[in-house]
């Protein structure tokens, strides 16, 4: 049953110990099919892009390593989805900003937007990170990220896995890992005990909500089918800016509540 008004004492309680949520069937399968519809079409080339909105094709297909078989078949993510009417909808959804402004408070803040896609013939492999080395922002804890499944995330699949508690060690350092295709942008944790950690598997709807500090990654996508996600990150109107200037005036933040 989708969520109205935000999440519950326990779910709370288990993001604050765990460093993240599920929250089952929370979007829509009408929605889900549009913003599928629409990621289909910009990759494809039936859509001008929106202004900002950007297509990273997968390193493997870059370096000629693969022929993918289509144009959904090359591409890792798409990224900024601020100026697309339908993608970015889903950052104002009222029952996800009900559930994140329930752990960050009323004044909220998009940060990132990604359409991750894992498609499969590409190794694609996301290593163990945290994502707080992305934004220039503290407190960590006034920030959430969101990844909601448009098409079903399995082990098979390539899902997301997590170490629980792992939002407690604070920042560690990242490096880009010692593998032979690695996509743009991708850092990870070397020494991360991988049996402790626990595989996401969601339903298309599903959606995880996560603290930015989580240490999770993905794996190779084995199945046959595509592994496709929609993700938000939030902050919270009081946050400051690690960095210079003012975190709110960047051109991919918008305010959504
Ligand atoms: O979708 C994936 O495989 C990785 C996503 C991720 O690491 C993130 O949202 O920070």
């Known amino acids: 049953m989708a969520l109205k008004s935000g999440l519950s004492e326990d779910q709370i ?5 765990h460093g993240y949520v599920v929250l089952r069937g929370l979007i829509d399968a009408e929605r889900l099919a549009a913003y599928n519809r629409r990621f289909i079409d910009l990759v494809e080339g039936a859509l001008p892009l929106p202004p900002g909105l950007k297509i990273m094709q997968d ?3 870059v370096k000629g390593a693969v022929a993918p078989e289509s144009a959904q078949h090359a591409v890792n993510k ?9 993608l970015f909808e889903f950052a104002r959804n009222e029952a996800l900003v009900d559930a994140v402004a329930s752990l960050l408070g009323p004044e909220l803040f998009s940060l990132s937007s990604n359409v991750f896609n894992k498609p499969p013939g590409v190794d694609a492999k996301h290593p163990m990170h945290q994502d707080l080395r992305y934004f220039k922002l503290e407190p960590a804890d006034k920030i959430v990220g969101v990844w909601t499944a448009i098409l079903p995330a399995t082990r098979a699949s390539g899902c997301l896995a997590v170490l629980p508690g792992s939002h407690k060690l604070g ?17 990870g944790i070397d020494g991360m005990d991988l049996e402790q950690r626990i595989h996401v598997e969601l ?9 930015p500090l989580l240490i999770h990654g993905s794996g190779t996508n084995e199945s046959d089918d595509f592994r496709r996600a ?14 210079k200037g003012d975190w709110r005036e960047n051109p991919f933040t918008r305010r959504i509540s």
């Open 78 to 86: 798409v990224l900024c989805l601020e100026e697309d009417e339908v």
């Open 230 to 243: 929609i993700s938000v990150h939030y902050a919270a109107g009081d946050c400051v800016h690690t960095g």
């Open 59 to 61: 390193v493997m297909v």
């Open 203 to 211: 339903e298309p709807g599903d959606t995880l909500l996560f603290h």
């Open 13 to 17: 309680q288990h993001y604050e110990e």
């Open 171 to 187: 920042p560690l350092d990242h490096d880009m890992p010692d593998w032979e295709y690695v996509n743009f942008g991708f850092y």
